[in-house]
Each structure stands twice: as C-alpha cells, then as structure tokens.
C-alpha cells in the first residue's frame, strides 16, 4: 500500500510532539471564565430562504473581544419536546454553507447549528487587534502579542459559545447535542468537544490545527500551514525562537487540548493526506480519554471521503 507518514501501527500509539505550555489548562480555564461570563444570548432573523416543513435563521451572538459572531439555524417547524441537535464547523477561509445544506439534518428531526469562523468567508468579525505578522492567514495571527490574542482561542471559544447556546434552547435536548467539520472544522469540532464537556459526541474529519511541530519535521509546512514558513521567514529568519513560537502554538494545538475531552468521538482520516497528515491526526486522537473509535480511507488525502456524510449523521442518529 502507498504510504504517506506513519504506518497504521504507529499511528495507533502516536501522541504528538510535546512542546505544550506548562499553563494550558489554566489558560483554557480563563478563557472559558470569559466566555461563560457573556452568557447565552443570542438574537434570530428568520431568513429569506425557508423550505416546507422548516424553519431557517440567522442566528447572531456577541462572541469574546465584543465580536458579532453568525451562525446559520435550521430546525424542524414548530419543534417541540426535546430535540437533538448538531453544531457544524466548515473549512478553513470558507463560511458555513448554504440552508438547503442543513436540511437533511433537521428533516431528520435535528437543530443544526453552523458557525461563520470570524474575518474567514462568512458574515462573523473578527474583531480583536494584534501586534505582529498576519500575511497569511490565522494561525500565527496574535503570535507576536499575548497568548491570550491568538486568533484561534477566539474562534475556539466561538465554538463552544455556539454549542453552549445551542444547548440552552428550550426545545433541544442538552444531553444530545453533537459536533463535526472537516479540516478546520475538524480541528473546530475537537476544540469545542475539549471546551464543551457535556457534549454527546463529536465527528471530526481529517482535523487541522492539531501538532504544528509534526507539520513542520515532515516539510507539510504548505497548503493551509503555509503561513507557517512566512511567520519564519518574516519574523524570525534564523529560527532563534522556534521552540518558543511552537511552544506559544501550542496553547491552540488540538493534541495539547484533547485531554479534556468527555465525549464520544469518530474521526475520519485519509492515509494519503498530505494537508494534514494522519499522524498529526492521531496526535490528538489518541490524546482522548474518552470512548473513541475512527473511520479509515486507506487511499485517500485531503478529499471528500466517500459515504462519510451518511456514516456521521447514522452516528448523531444514535443519540
């Protein structure tokens, strides 16, 4: 068989490169604190779009920093009792996709809820200045400044906002409430199942934004991890720092989180993944301590997986 990284074997035990903030959890910690501390208001707009039989919003919510944060509803006409529900993050620079997208979820009598990520493709600011290098892209946006600015935890704690919101509606049921995306979103859905503890479940597909220094060792700095070699290039050509930026990474690195995970998860990898490879994939994988299992693609990278789709929601439907 092909191989790209690892062979399954070791990908079964690997746990990532440790170059983790002595602080994480306290860091993690405080940021919920602030994030709780907004509460769970948010504000609807029925949209202009609707279908027979469901009901379509905008859903809007002050997010950390002061931002307006959007997300897309769907939900069954008039719901009533107690419903499941499922939170979906997209991919990175896109937005969180159409309605009619949503509606195979809430025709099977789910409340979907998908994320804009802030200043990527949809209508969510990002509104939280920094210091420092943001040629391209997200990831190393705030890397110059406080921690506690660094792009992701705001987008991470969007995530679990979102879920938290989803869960405090009247008509869904919060002990069943899931969680997927692919690539960003991947790496999303396991940020918000590492800061969403009562979570059900969690479907990640081929995750991003999980053991950077692993990217690096395998020349993958490319693609989405692109800005990577910028930040580098541009802020620190002769590396002099490149232990301290990838230990300041790690405070939005998934496999350095994955530990506070309580929910069920699957995940969703190619081996021929070469965006983001399988083993920065099982660093955060076998990092959870939860029950867990994962779905395997031995011919396939950074694609669609086929029937994947349909093997996520038979997994949101045993809720």
Same mark, same amino acid.
């Given at each position: 068989?092909?191989?790209? @990284? ?246 939005? @690195? ?55 789709? @349909? ?9």
């Amino acid at each position: 068989m092909p191989i790209l @990284d690892y062979p399954l074997s070791k990908l079964q035990t690997y746990t990532g490169i440790n170059e983790c903030p002595a602080d994480i959890d306290a860091y993690w910690d405080k940021a919920i604190a602030e994030m709780e501390a907004l509460g769970t208001d948010y504000t609807l707009e029925k949209a202009e779009f609707q279908a027979p039989g469901f009901e379509c919003y905008h859903l809007w919510f002050t997010g950390v920093g002061g931002a307006r944060v959007h997300a897309k509803l769907v939900q069954p006409e008039n719901p009533t009792g107690k419903l499941p529900a499922v939170v979906q993050f997209h991919g990175y620079s896109g937005d969180c996709g159409s309605f009619s997208s949503k509606l195979g979820y809430a025709g099977a009598g789910f409340v979907i809820a998908a994320l804009d990520c802030r200043g990527q493709g949809g209508l969510s600011e990002d509104s939280i200045p920094v210091k420092g290098n943001t040629l391209h892209g997200h990831i190393i946006r705030g890397l110059e400044d406080d921690p506690e600015k660094l792009y992701y935890r705001a987008v991470y704690l969007d995530c679990a906002q979102l879920a938290r919101i989803v869960m405090a509606l009247p008509y869904v049921d919060e002990t069943r409430v899931g969680a997927t995306g692919g690539s960003q979103g991947g790496g999303l859905t396991l940020a918000c199942a590492a800061l969403t503890p009562n979570l059900n479940r969690a479907a990640p597909v081929f995750p991003f934004l999980t053991d950077y220094r692993r990217v690096w060792e395998m020349d993958l700095a490319k693609a989405a991890y692109a800005e990577l070699v910028e930040y580098f290039r541009h802020t620190d050509p002769t590396h002099a720092r490149e232990t301290e930026t990838f230990t300041k990474l790690g405070y939005i @690195d998934n496999h350095n989180m994955a530990h506070r995970i309580r929910c069920k998860v699957r995940m969703f990898t190619g081996l021929m993944d070469n965006i983001c490879p399988p083993s920065t994939q099982f660093a955060a994988f076998n990092n959870i301590p939860s029950e867990k299992d994962y779905v395997i693609y031995p011919d396939f990278g950074h694609e669609g997986l086929p029937e994947s789709d @349909d093997k996520i929601m038979s997994y949101m439907l045993e809720m």
